[in-house]
Nanobody
């Protein structure tokens, strides 16, 4: 059974950086599209970033493009989300997700949450002003 485990988030000041990691066990990591969603109180879970299995294709929401970078290390079965120039509006619970489907990139980008097969438990990121 596939399990995703996110690193601990944290509390940072506006403009600071934070890196999240997501480790996958129980599956062939390279075969999975891996990505991140986030959810803040009263809002729907929203797409943040996704990366294809080879690591050569990355996708971002407009709200984080240019500030966040997603990457992966297939040898370590781990994906990363480097978050720079953080803003208070980035405050949310961040969820790692992974899926094997040939349509996985579309599921992530279009926010088809129910189609994505594997989720982490989420980690809190708080950006103070």
């Amino acid at each position: 059974q596939v399990q995703l485990v996110e690193s601990e988030g944290g509390l940072v000041q506006t403009g600071e950086s934070l890196r999240l990691s997501c480790s996958l066990s129980g599956g062939a990591f390279r075969a999975y599209v891996v990505g991140w969603f986030r959810q803040s109180p009263g809002k729907e879970r929203e797409f943040v970033a996704a990366i294809g299995g080879s690591g050569t294709s990355a996708y971002y929401s407009d709200s984080v493009r240019g500030r966040f970078t997603i990457s992966r290390n297939n040898a370590a079965n781990t994906a990363y989300l480097q978050m720079n120039s953080l803003k208070p509006e980035d405050t949310a619970v961040y969820y790692c997700a992974a899926d094997l489907s040939s349509r996985a990139i579309m599921y992530f980008i279009e926010g088809h949450i129910n189609q994505i097969g594997n989720w982490g438990h989420g980690t809190q990121v708080t950006v103070s002003s």
